[in-house]
T-cell receptor, first 110, second 113 residues
Framework: GQSLEQPSEVTAVEGAIVQINCTYQ??????LSWYQQHDGGAPTFLSY????GLEETGRFSSFLSRSDSYGYLLLQELQMKDSASYFC???????????FGTGTKLQVIP | GAGVSQSPSNKVTEKGKDVELRCDPI?????LYWYRQSLGQGLEFLIY????????KSGLPSDRFSAERTGGSVSTLTIQRTQQEDSAVYLC???????????FGSGTRLTVV
């Protein structure tokens, strides 16, 4: 089966940088994704890493190391609206099944 | 459509009743997924469709749960003889390519009383 670990809560100051880590155990790994979910809302796709390295999209970057079964999401220039839950998700196996982590609740404080 | 549409948005049902949840994926998206999310929890995989076939049903919690997809488009998730532990938000998502991620609907909040 698959398992993912990420911190349950993180608090960071507005304007700062925060890194949310994700470690995973799976067989037949294809890629790591990140999703953002505001309270009461649906998850929205942020990024996908199929290969090792850093992917940058505006203030958000995501990193993957397949040899370490590890990835992270980096949020820069934090804004209050970034307060949300962030989920890492692993695609694995013969089909396009994606398994989600339990989520990291990010609180941005003034 | 422009996004993934789910109906109803809210459903309150009595224990033991059957419910049907509907999902309209983005036009052209061949892959469709059902997840459920309990309050403050992660997303639990239920079932995946590629076209009209379901190659992975491993997440369905019991035989009270079933799903179908017709015309490579609309999908319905049916829960028979609902139990209180079925109360959750049921999320549907569709995708074209994994690199573009899933697009989720707003979900159906199911409450079994």
């Amino acid at each position: 089966g698959q398992s993912l670990e990420q911190p349950s809560e993180v608090t960071a100051v507005e304007g700062a940088i925060v890194q949310i880590n994700c470690t995973y155990q799976t067989s037949g790994f294809y890629g790591l994704s990140w999703y953002q979910q505001h309270d009461g809302g649906a998850p929205t796709f942020l990024s996908y890493n199929g290969l090792d390295g850093l992917e940058e999209t505006g203030r958000f970057s995501s990193f993957l190391s397949r040899s370490d079964s590890y990835g992270y999401l980096l949020l820069q220039e934090l804004q209050m609206k970034d307060s949300a839950s962030y989920f890492c998700a692993v695609r694995s196996g013969g089909y396009q099944k994606v398994t989600f982590g339990t989520g990291t609740k990010l609180q941005v404080i003034p | 459509g422009a996004g993934v549409s789910q109906s109803p948005s809210n459903k309150v049902t009595e224990k033991g009743k059957d419910v049907e949840l509907r999902c309209d994926p983005i036009s052209g998206h061949t892959a469709l997924y059902w997840y459920r999310q309990s309050l403050g929890q992660g997303l639990e995989f239920l079932i995946y469709f590629q076209g009209n076939s379901a190659p992975d049903k491993s997440g369905l919690p019991s035989d009270r749960f079933s799903a179908e997809r017709t015309g490579g488009s609309v999908s319905t998730l049916t829960i028979q003889r609902t139990q209180q532990e079925d109360s959750a938000v049921y999320l549907c998502a569709s995708s074209l390519r994994q690199e573009n991620g899933y697009t989720f609907g707003s979900g159906t909040r199911l409450t079994v009383v």
